[in-house]
């Protein structure tokens, strides 16, 4: 079958478009046609080797939409063959490790992800268990299911999991125009929550007011986001703040939040290494948190509000399989708002 994979890392030349065994279904498993394929900021890591030091050739493509083909004659599902559905890309264990057993299979031992610990979706056809296939609705594309999987689940994840959001939450949300935050975005706005979010051209900041951000900060031309915010809150500061930028708008963050506020953090783009001003938290007792792994129950809650049609996919770019290496110099640039997404 056609695929696009790496053997070696490096830049953009590394993503090769070639033949690749299709692959077996296992028990347990559905084998999908491919129809849609995302990108994410992962991506960029795994090709350069600096999140991904495993066995290759690799297929890449973490987030996945396509038809089933094939269901293994064991899998204990209700899925049909027909069914258009997108993939969890978290393999789970069969629920016996020590954090499954207790229901956290967002701490699962054995995790592995497909398009970074097995096979990815940049190919015309993928196995996973059938567990972690989720239909979405017969109106939505391939394209827009492909652009939700990752990101809508990391940003469920963040803010209603870990971030306790709630309705009178002011929520500052940084990089409106990334993938995860532009989930974000939508979720804090469908939960009720006000919206504050930076973006650095105009356009964007147009994009993210049309997608139900309450206000945007240009972050270009403000000396200071938290005093900005100190602004468009009464002085107060935001009871919640995501962050996928890290190191350039930490002290910003801790500045912006209230007494009490809560930080969630899932992306260190601009860097991971900070000074930390440990007086802050003494002053304002905050809560700074992590997202890591994500489990099945925030995926499930995430497709049930897909399918009851309150979140979309936001798409800026579509490409053929062969484009690949294209959309991972789009991603590079940073000129797009949304996902970059595969279609074939
Ligand atoms: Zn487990």
């Avoid at 967002?106 to 398009?115: A, V």
């Avoid at 097995?118 to 015309?124: F, N, Q, R, V």
């Avoid at 990752?150 to 959001?165: E, F, N, S």
């Avoid at 309705?167 to 919206?195: C, E, T």
Wanted: overall charge negative; aromatic content about 6%.
């Amino acid at each position: 079958m056609k695929a696009v994979y790496i053997s070696d890392h490096g830049g953009t030349s590394v993503l090769t478009y070639g033949d690749r065994p299709e692959p077996e279904i296992e028990p347990g498993e559905v084998l999908l046609r491919v129809r849609g394929s995302a990108l994410n900021r992962l991506d960029i890591g795994l090709r350069e080797g600096r999140s991904y030091r495993g066995p290759l050739p690799r297929i890449l493509g973490c987030d996945v939409a396509g038809e089933v083909v094939q269901i293994s004659p064991d899998a204990d599902t209700k899925l049909k063959v027909g069914d258009r559905v997108v993939l969890d890309n978290r393999i789970k264990c069969a629920g016996t490790c020590e954090y499954c057993v207790q229901g956290l299979d967002q701490y699962c031992t054995e995790q592995k992800r497909l398009g970074v610990d097995l096979e990815g979706g940049h190919a015309e056809y993928i196995t996973a268990p059938a567990v972690n296939a989720h239909k979405f609705p017969d109106s939505m594309g391939f394209a827009e299911a492909a652009a939700l999987p990752l990101a809508a689940h990391t940003a469920w994840h963040c803010l209603v999991t870990q971030g306790q959001i709630r309705p009178w939450d002011d929520v500052l949300i940084h990089a409106a125009s990334s993938g995860v935050a532009s989930m974000g975005i939508q979720i804090a706005k469908m939960m009720g929550a006000r919206v504050i979010t930076t973006a650095g051209v105009d356009w964007k900041i147009a994009k993210a007011k049309e997608m139900g951000a309450d206000e945007v900060i240009n972050y270009r031309e403000t000396d200071s986001i938290s005093q900005k915010i100190k602004e468009l809150t009464d002085g107060k500061g935001v009871d919640l703040v995501f962050d996928v930028v890290g190191a350039d708008v930490w002290e910003e963050s801790m500045l912006s939040l209230k007494p009490g506020g809560r930080l969630v953090i899932t992306g260190v783009t601009s860097g991971a290494r900070v000074d930390m001003n440990l007086s802050i938290l003494q002053g304002r007792p905050l809560q700074l948190m992590g997202s890591g792994g994500r489990s099945r129950r925030t995926f499930a809650d995430v497709m049930k509000m897909v399918n009851q049609g309150e979140l979309h996919g936001i798409v800026s770019q579509v490409f053929p399989l062969e484009g690949v290496a294209e959309a991972h110099q789009v991603m590079e640039d940073r000129n797009f708002f949304g996902k970059l997404v595969i279609e074939n």
